[in-house]
Antibody
Framework: QVQLQQSGPGLVKPSQTLSLTCAIS??????????WNWIRQSPSRGLEWLGR?????????AYAPSLKSRITINVDTSKNLFSLQLKSVTPEDTAVYYC?????????WGQGTLVTVSS | QSVLTQPPSASGTPGQRVTISCSGS????????VNWFQQLPGTAPKLLIY???QRPSGVPDRFSGSKSGTSASLAISGLQSEDEADYYC???????????FGGGTKLTVL
C-alpha cells in the first residue's frame, strides 16, 4: 500500500521560498508507471494542480502555466521522495498543500500541510 | 474560478438519493476519465470514483458515477449522515496539460 508523508514549515515569510517534501513508502519515485503531483487548496482558489514529476527512461516535469516561473519539483531517489519549491511567495500562496500519486487517478494523497505566508 | 463546474451545495434526508453534477469541456471530461473525491473537514480528499464509474475497494456501492459527453454525475443512494462532506470532481485536461477540479459541492444530510 502506497503512503505519502509530507513535511515542511507551516509559516513562510513573503518573498521567500516555500519548500515541502513528500516521502514515499510502498512505491518508488522512479517507478515507470507513477506520476508524483503537488496540489494545493485554499478557500479562494479551491483545489489547484501545481505540477508533477515522473520517470519514463528519463525524468519529466510539468507545471501549471500560472506558476511556471516560480515552481520547481525535484526528486531525491536516494531518499525516495519528491519536493516542491515555490519561490517569491505572497499571501495569495497561503493554502493547504498536498502531494498525490497519479496517473489516471489521484488515488493516494499525503496528509496535507497548511502553509501560511505572513511576516 | 474552477475549470469544472459543480453546484455549491446539495442536500437530502437519510435514505434519499442525491446526485451531484460536474460540467466540463472537450479538453477534460470530454476526452479523459472523471474522478470523484470525498473530503471530510480537516482531511485530504479521498478517492470515491475513478475512470468515470469505478469504485476503489472499500467504497460502498451506494456511490456511483456516470458520464455523458462533457458532463459527469455522482449519485449517492441510501443517504447516511456520515455522507455529509464536500465532494469534488476532477479530470485531466489535455489543453492545460494538468489536472483540473470542480469547485466542490457541500452535501448536507438534513
Amino acid at each position: 500500500q502506497v503512503q505519502l508523508q509530507q513535511s515542511g514549515p507551516g509559516l513562510v515569510k513573503p518573498s521567500q521560498t516555500l519548500s515541502l517534501t513528500c516521502a514515499i513508502s510502498g512505491d518508488s519515485v522512479s517507478s515507470n508507471s507513477a506520476t508524483w503531483n503537488w496540489i494545493r487548496q485554499s478557500p479562494s482558489r479551491g483545489l489547484e494542480w501545481l505540477g508533477r514529476t515522473y520517470y519514463r527512461s528519463r525524468w519529466y516535469n510539468a507545471y501549471a502555466p500560472s506558476l511556471k516561473s516560480r515552481i520547481t519539483i525535484n526528486v531525491d531517489t536516494s531518499k525516495n521522495l519528491f519536493s516542491l519549491q515555490l519561490k517569491s511567495v505572497t499571501p495569495e500562496d497561503t493554502a493547504v498543500y498536498y502531494c498525490a500519486r497519479g496517473p489516471g487517478t489521484l488515488r493516494t494523497w499525503g496528509q496535507g500541510t497548511l502553509v501560511t505566508v505572513s511576516s | 474560478q474552477s475549470v469544472l463546474t459543480q453546484p455549491p451545495s446539495a442536500s437530502g434526508t437519510p435514505g434519499q438519493r442525491v446526485t451531484i453534477s460536474c460540467s466540463g469541456s472537450s479538453s477534460n471530461i470530454g476526452r479523459d476519465n472523471v474522478n470523484w473525491f470525498q473530503q471530510l473537514p480537516g482531511t485530504a480528499p479521498k478517492l470515491l470514483i475513478y475512470t468515470d464509474n469505478q469504485r476503489p475497494s472499500g467504497v460502498p456501492d451506494r456511490f456511483s458515477g456516470s458520464k455523458s459527453g462533457t458532463s459527469a454525475s455522482l449519485a449517492i443512494s441510501g443517504l447516511q449522515s456520515e455522507d455529509e462532506a464536500d465532494y469534488y470532481c476532477a479530470a485531466w485536461d489535455g489543453g492545460l496539460n494538468g489536472w483540473v477540479f470542480g469547485g466542490g459541492t457541500k452535501l448536507t444530510v438534513l
